[in-house]
């Protein structure tokens, strides 16, 4: 399978997994699908960037939050865009160890045996007992 094509398999999943997630908590879900969606057909150094941009952007949040300028909504708006590309982050680097490539990713991004799994259903590999 092509990275851009597993990049959007794990893309569509997601969006579909937060639907229903968070269905009854729209601020959830629409920071997770804009988080999401600026994941398409990133490269692995571009959703570095994109990772580093969004921490950043939920550090900004988290304080205007605390200092009154924004809302409890707005914060977790933000802060599920940034899970969200942290997730495609992890997958991307599950990706990129399967074919034997370094990852730009911090190693707390990952790779995790949650998004092996997860991968692993995409581009159909059996997962290990």
């Not at 939920?58 to 977790?76: M, Q």
Request: glycine share 8%; net charge positive; with cysteine.
């Amino acid at each position: 399978m092509q990275y851009l094509n597993a990049l959007d398999a794990v893309i569509e999943r997601g969006i579909a997994g937060v639907k229903v997630s968070y269905k009854d908590e729209p601020h959830k879900r629409d920071g997770s699908i804009e988080g999401f969606n600026a994941c398409r057909n990133k490269t692995p150094d571009e959703l570095f960037k994109i990772l580093t941009e969004a921490g950043e952007k939920t550090k900004l949040a988290r304080d205007d939050h605390h200092n009154g300028k924004i809302s409890i909504e707005v914060y977790w708006k933000v802060r599920h865009a940034e899970v969200q590309i942290e997730w495609v982050c992890n997958c991307v680097s599950v990706m990129l160890m399967g074919k034997s490539q370094k990852s730009p990713f911090p190693r707390h991004v990952g790779p995790t045996a949650r998004a092996a799994t997860f991968v692993a259903g995409i581009i159909g590999i059996a997962a290990p007992d």
